[in-house]
């Protein structure tokens, strides 16, 4: 990509990274790795001409909304699974209000030209 002296990347993360939520710490540092990545390549290839774009949609329709993965946690320590309750709610309630893809795509598209 240097020899070329111009290229591009797109990485793709997730506010999420930035924007902690209730049991979701997992989630926010996979998606706070990618970006921290992101930025360090920018600053040590522009000077090469690589440019280094990062996109972080908001909610987007993906199955990982239709129910939060694995089932609900039983036994000791776990409560009586009412915190799965409201998330896979509150996943569902996403579902119905964010837009699907394209506008991500769209997004890649942009920053690719």
Do not use: Q
Not at 67 to 82: F, K, N, Q, T, V
Not at 83 to 105: C, D, I, K, Q
């Amino acid at each position: 990509m240097r020899r070329r002296g111009e290229s591009r990347i797109v990485n793709i993360s997730s506010g999420l990274g930035r924007m902690p939520w209730p049991m979701g710490g997992w989630c926010s540092a996979s998606k706070h790795a990618p970006s921290a990545l992101t930025h360090c390549l920018r600053v040590g290839t522009e000077h090469a001409g690589v440019r280094v774009s990062l996109v972080e949609p908001g909610a987007s329709v993906r199955d990982g909304h239709a129910r939060p993965r694995g089932e609900r946690p039983r036994g000791a320590g776990h409560g009586d699974g009412a915190g799965y309750e409201r998330l896979r709610t509150l996943f569902a309630a996403v579902n119905r209000r964010v837009p699907g893809p394209e506008p991500v795509a769209r997004t890649v598209a942009r920053a690719l030209v």
